[in-house]
């Protein structure tokens, strides 16, 4: 027989249930292929994590978390167990997190002339294996239409098995795009757009482009995203390369240079200013680029800058390994930079000029690459991170002091969630958000490498890394999907989640462009000039 206080929590229940229902009404995160799944786990799941410490990124504390209905009802000490029918997992000793969230990735991709090998499936399998229990990906238009690519990613999605946002890309500019664009934020969740500049000839955009894509995105409350990088200056980069005779990996690194990616990134900054909104810099690699953001940042410019797991920890000296599968599997842009590099870029992380980390998850097989194999500039960029992300942050970063256990959370998810507009029911372990959660075992020790990784890549551009710090259990929206080094996934359970307008990152907006307008002193009254 239940003791009072247990029978009283046991009554309570459902009215915190329904009290969190209530406060996140079911159309603010609904799943792209219709209105299923939109509330919490949905399988009447109910989970008791005890005796581990709790760390949102504000606060760790000693905690046990209640878990219903794929939601979180109760963060407290000493929560009685209440009957049989709640699972009980002991954290004792443990790190109880909020599953990170990757900002960055690139699922079943077409890109230079073939397909990422992994899919919203295979990427997920990677993903809650490595901690990540939801990411957002990049949407390519079709023949630069916004709803033809829309379309085609939820396509894509089908097999998916956690839950995903998107960004969007925009390639091209006419008054059609602009209109897709509000379509896409008001009617589709869709809060941010991504601007290539690089890749010459496909992606590419030129600054008037550039600068109505950000006026639009002013208008929206949407987040402007650029790849900085000089896409004039590489494309002369590389033939100066193929002039020299280098056509290996290595020519992929020396063609597009930091001074580049630094050029770039204070171009759009300025541009961003120009305009007055916010500009997110995705895949920050070198100092060049960590430097103009650090600059702008100083002088009060709201601009966000994301570096990516590879960047941190990875140098270019792979780039030159004799054997061509290992120095192309390093192929990415921006590329990874020479030693010295990672480090100024985890100092910056440490320090809050960079905000959140992600992958830029974008993966080949060494078949794939081989197409590059006498012309470096065919050779299909990207790495793997989605699976390595949490235990090489924790590992580089915690167990080395740089950051605390809260600014790990606040980097690897929470930061993501506040900038996207969906904290707190993303990011967080708090009463009433989804409980996507990771119990990390700061005792364990890990080894990566292709022979173990979920992705479907036969390559792994940290095998063989070693370190500190294991992510034993990974509970999606309430279901644990990844224990004891199995995942408990099905295609097809995945959820899409909306991500609204106007995040923290516009407040104050309106305020500074009126005090722009009041200190023009103009327009001039001025009599007729004589003839």
Known sequence: MATPSRALLLLLLPLLVAAVAASHPAHEFCAAGGEAGCRGGGDGTRILIKGGTVVNAHRAEEADVYIEDGVVVAVRPNIPVGDDNVRVIDATGKYVMPGGIDPHTHLAME??????????????????????TMHIDFVIPVNGNLTAGLESYKQKAANAAMDYGFHMAITKWNDEVAREMEVMVKEHGINSFKFFMAYKGSLMVTDDLLLQGLRKCKSLGALAMVHAENGDAVAEGQQ????LGITGPEGHALSRPPILEGEATARAIRLAKFINTPLYVVHVMSIDAMEEIAKAKREGQRVIGEPVVSGLVLDDSWLWDPDFTVASMYVMSPPIREAGHGKALQAALSSGILQLVGTDHCTFNSTQKAFGSDDFRKIPNGVNGLEERMHIIWDSMVETGKISVTDYVRVTSTECAKIFNIYPRKGAILEGSDADIIILNPERSFVMGAHTHHSRSNTNVYEGRKGKGMVEVTISRGRVVWEDGVLNIAPGSGRYVRMEPFGYVFDGIEKSDAAYRASLRAPVQRGKAAA
């Open 111 to 132: 890109f230079m002339g073939t397909v990422t090998i992994d899919d919203f499936f295979s990427g997920h399998a990677a993903a809650l294996a490595g901690g990540t």
């Open 240 to 243: 100066r390369m193929i002039d």
